[in-house]
């Protein structure tokens, strides 16, 4: 094994490094983040005798992303205390030198959980990295108990995909199923479309191709971070597109992350068409949404709170680290639409605390105890606007709903999502992120804000009835 990675990730995770990134006045208190360094999209995401494993994206050596990636790791049994552990896998090897990358977990019936994810790898000379030069292998790995994951195997190489693929084959989710076990890849073809490969395995070590997955449209040249699922017997892909243009306000991100309900290709057995792409989440920071089933049964989703080659900043990665994960929500299906709230743990935050009812006269500031709680809205008006913390106002008009920020988004502006008939809201306030969920999940905007302790104002232009509760901080602690 190449000790050289641990030693470098070692080396960044220092005391000196923690404690910098620990004392940042933007450090969250109801979210995963990265000890130092930089944190993306979550992976590996599973259950096992009652230990949730949250695995993500990890580059400690920068706060700007630009150095190796591996996987970080914590864990979980309530949802509210966390241990973070060990990291658990190393861009240490010619299968992933380039960057140990995105993937997924299965508890499988051998007691082991077994990891999948991209091997990168850059070839020497001089090549665009697109459509030609870049190694992109799926991989396995595996452990007994999440912790570290060893014993390395490759399970396709760049000659097992379809010849049409571009060098941009990644970000394997595997499940199982009746017939065995079935994995997805998002994709970008040579001729610079978006779509899914789909492949299915008796052993989880041999793969063969049995369909693929295409928009009705052009939906854009990559889909990064796919997760077929189904919800109530829709059969939904999660997925985040690359390259698709505005489109009314379902594209305002410049890599929107949504969802296609699909339908069988009666062309192509064992294939299948994407409907109409819908977004998951109307914020500035949302991406690479993973989803996994519990032991409870519940289907739960969690995101990146950050977005891929934007323009606006995030003021911790002055202190040594930058992003966060997104809550994990439930997901449910009802009248034809994902709906996503947070898991009902999350309200256990605030079980100890003591709630404040208020109704809000039009142009009154209340003022809030503390800016990291929960805010909880009732609405009966068609035109409202309420104004939280700074400078973020939230508004409904003729059937629209509208995020915006100035000062405090460091340039973050405006989103929007329609919703016509807006009756509650729920807004989880945490230091430098908020999360809004309107009519308990029908439409969400998650994003990053930088204001002040100071900065505790709650007006609304409408009379409304609300119920603010401090939010106690979750414990994050060493292995």
């Given at each position: 094994m190449n000790y050289s990675v641990q030693n470098r990730f070692s080396q960044a995770m220092t005391e000196t490094k923690r404690s910098e990134a620990a004392n940042s006045p933007d450090r969250l208190c109801f979210h995963i983040m990265p000890p130092v360094g930089w944190l993306n999209?979550?992976?590996?995401?599973?259950?096992?005798?009652?230990?949730?494993?949250?695995?993500?994206?990890?580059?400690?050596?920068?706060?700007?992303?630009?150095?190796?990636?591996?996987?970080?790791?914590?864990?979980?049994?309530?949802?509210?205390?966390?241990?973070?552990?060990?990291?658990?896998?190393?861009?240490?090897?010619?299968?992933?030198?380039?960057?140990?990358?995105?993937?997924?977990?299965?508890?499988?019936?051998?007691?082991?959980?077994?990891?999948?994810?991209?091997?990168?790898?850059?070839?020497?000379?001089?090549?665009?990295?697109?459509?030609?030069?870049?190694?992109?292998?799926?991989?396995?790995?595996?452990?007994?108990?999440?912790?570290?994951?060893?014993?390395?195997?490759?399970?396709?190489?760049?000659?097992?995909?379809?010849?049409?693929?571009?060098?941009?084959?990644?970000?394997p989710k595997v499940w199982k199923d009746q017939d065995g076990y079935r994995m997805i890849l998002g994709a970008r073809t040579r001729q610079d479309q978006g779509m899914a490969l789909l492949y299915t395995s008796k052993d989880l070590k041999n793969w063969t191709l049995s369909g693929t997955i295409e928009g009705k449209e052009d939906y854009g040249y990559m889909w990064e971070c796919p997760d077929f699922l189904e919800l109530d017997k829709a059969a939904l892909l999660l997925t985040c597109l690359q390259g698709a243009p505005q489109k009314g306000y379902e594209y305002e991100n410049l890599y929107p992350s949504g969802y296609f309900q699909l339908e069988k290709n009666p062309d192509k057995k064992g294939s299948w068409i994407a409907g109409e792409f819908r977004a998951l989440d109307h914020g500035f920071d949302f991406y690479a949404p993973q989803t996994f089933?519990?032991?409870?049964?519940?289907?739960?989703?969690?995101?990146?709170?950050?977005?891929?080659?934007?323009?606006?900043?995030?003021?911790?990665?002055k202190s040594n680290w930058q992003h966060a994960l997104t809550l994990p929500r439930e997901l449910t299906w009802k009248d034809g639409q994902i709906y996503q709230y947070p898991i009902e743990e999350m309200f256990q935050l605030a079980q100890n605390e003591s709630s404040r009812s208020l109704e809000l006269e039009p142009g009154k500031a209340a003022r809030l105890d503390d800016r990291v709680c929960l805010i909880e809205l009732e609405n009966d008006q068609k035109d409202w606007s309420i104004s939280l913390r700074h400078d973020l106002t939230l508004s409904g008009h003729n059937g629209v709903v509208r995020l915006e920020l100035h000062q405090s988004g460091l340039g973050r502006t405006t989103r929007h999502a329609y919703c016509?008939?807006?009756?509650?809201?729920?807004?989880?306030?945490?230091?430098?992120?908020?999360?809004?969920?309107?009519?308990?999940?029908?439409?969400a905007f998650t994003t990053r804000l930088y204001d002040a302790p100071e900065d505790r104002s709650l007006k609304a232009d409408v009379r409304m009835k609300a119920i603010i509760t401090p939010l106690a901080s979750f414990e994050i602690a060493r292995a």
């Open positions: 999209d979550p992976n590996g995401l599973c259950e096992k005798d009652g230990i949730n494993h949250i695995y993500y994206q990890f580059a400690p050596e920068s706060a700007a992303g630009n150095t190796a990636k591996g996987w970080g790791h914590c864990t979980t049994k309530d949802w509210i205390h966390y241990t973070e552990q060990p990291v658990p896998l190393f861009p240490d090897s010619l299968l992933d030198e380039g960057g140990a990358y995105s993937g997924s977990a299965l508890v499988c019936d051998d007691g082991k959980i077994r990891c999948f994810y991209t091997g990168n790898r850059k070839l020497p000379g001089e090549h665009d990295y697109i459509y030609e030069g870049r190694q992109h292998w799926t991989c396995m790995t595996e452990s007994t108990d999440g912790t570290l994951l060893e014993n390395k195997q490759v399970l396709l190489k760049n000659e097992d995909y379809p010849k049409n693929m571009s060098c941009h084959v990644r970000d089933v519990d032991e409870n049964g519940r289907r739960i989703l969690i995101g990146w709170m950050g977005i891929p080659d934007v323009e606006y900043t995030n003021r911790e990665a016509p008939d807006v009756r509650q809201i729920t807004i989880f306030s945490d230091t430098s992120s908020v999360e809004i969920f309107i009519n308990h999940g029908q439409v």
